[in-house]
């Protein structure tokens, strides 16, 4: 649905230049979510304000819903626009509109007739939560249902693609959660693909598909998020479980097993304490429900070098565990984290 090849945007001021995006590759499927995720200054904003042009890149392909939008000029631009929705961390509401007249505002730009406006934004409305709230101001109410008036305005012209612009950073824990499920419900029933940039790990962790984690300008690990937080060394799963720097005791192996579905089901940590006789220490983990799969990590402690461990660890990789070897240990590639790391 959303399709970006190697997008670069410069900007220039006062003889200074700053590549806020450089080179980034990213395909967001139809019906997906897709966070980007990082923090300040990464590049964020750009890239998704790229998406929609309101930033245009300096090199690069964006394609969304099949249109070449880098190709496209004045009305055709604004017709393909009105088939992405925008929503914003500050709202940007119409403090002298009420909550029905901000929905009905794109309606009235995009000339939908007077009559079929009031219906469509009480179709809106009720798709928000908010019917009891049409003749409120924005003054009147939450940040939680201002968003939802957000929401609600980005939807008026039926996009398939909707971009959130760090849309939960202004709002309080509770009234976060309560938006995600709300822009997850919306992706599920309207089959709604959304692309939203952040910087708190918890929102790609309540509704991602995917994710990206940027860095200066460029994607450094991006992937379906239960692949990612598989992949040895990912700094998703890190950011998700986070664990302190590893204090390995001389004479002891220390591991950290990340392991999802089926295999979280498994009690591994007794099948493998009995099948070798040997008293396995847990140092510490998590475990997260990532969509609708249970996902964790977890950090033990082994008696013995790793070298002495080497049948204990294959007995972890066949129980279909990702396995990583703090410390000096048997085959296996390096990890720049300098984690030894088998699968
Ligand atoms: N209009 C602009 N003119 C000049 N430099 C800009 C402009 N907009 C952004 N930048 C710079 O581009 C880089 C990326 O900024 P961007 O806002 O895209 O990052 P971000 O990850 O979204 O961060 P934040 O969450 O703080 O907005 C930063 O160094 C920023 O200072």
Do not use: W
């Amino acid at each position: 649905m959303i399709q970006i090849e190697e997008l670069r945007k410069v900007y220039r001021a006062r003889g200074r230049e700053v590549t806020a995006v450089d080179g980034v590759d990213l395909t967001v499927r139809e019906g997906e979510v897709f966070g980007v995720l990082g923090r300040s200054g990464a590049g964020k904003s750009t890239l998704l304000r790229c998406v929609n042009l309101l930033e245009r890149p300096d090199s690069g392909r964006v394609v969304v819903a099949g249109q070449d939008l880098m190709a496209l000029r004045g009305g055709e631009l604004r017709r393909a626009r009105q088939g992405i929705g925008m929503i914003h961390q500050h709202f940007g509401l119409l403090s002298s509109r009420t909550v029905a007249g901000n929905v009905a505002f794109p309606l009235e730009v995009m000339g939908v007739p007077r009559a079929e406006r009031a219906e469509r934004v009480a179709e809106l409305l009720d798709l928000v939560g908010l019917s009891d709230h049409a003749d409120a101001y924005p003054a009147q109410i939450s940040g939680g249902q201002k968003q939802r008036v957000g929401i609600a305005r980005a939807l008026a012209g039926r996009p398939k693609v909707l971009l959130s612009d760090e849309a939960t950073s202004a709002l309080d824990p509770e009234t976060t959660a309560s938006i995600l499920e709300l822009l997850r419900d919306l992706n599920r029933r309207l089959g709604l693909t959304i692309l939203l940039i952040t910087h708190e790990m918890d929102v790609v962790k309540r509704i991602c598909d995917s994710a990206a984690i940027m860095r200066e300008g460029r994607f450094v690990e991006s992937g379906p998020v239960r692949e990612l937080l598989l992949r040895p060394g990912s700094e998703l799963a890190r950011g998700l479980f986070p664990l302190p720097e590893p204090a390995v005791r001389p004479g002891t192996t220390v591991v950290d097993l990340t392991f999802e579905g089926d295999s979280a089901d498994r009690p591994f940590v007794s099948s493998l304490a009995r099948t070798y006789s040997i008293d396995v220490n847990i140092l510490g983990g998590a475990v997260e429900e990532i969509g609708d799969t249970r996902v964790g990590r977890l950090r033990v402690e082994l008696p013995g070098d790793p070298e002495l461990n080497a049948a204990q660890l294959a007995h972890l990789r066949d129980a279909g565990l990702t396995v990583e070897v703090h410390g000096a240990a048997p085959a296996g590639p390096a990890t720049d984290s300098g984690l030894e790391v088998a699968r």
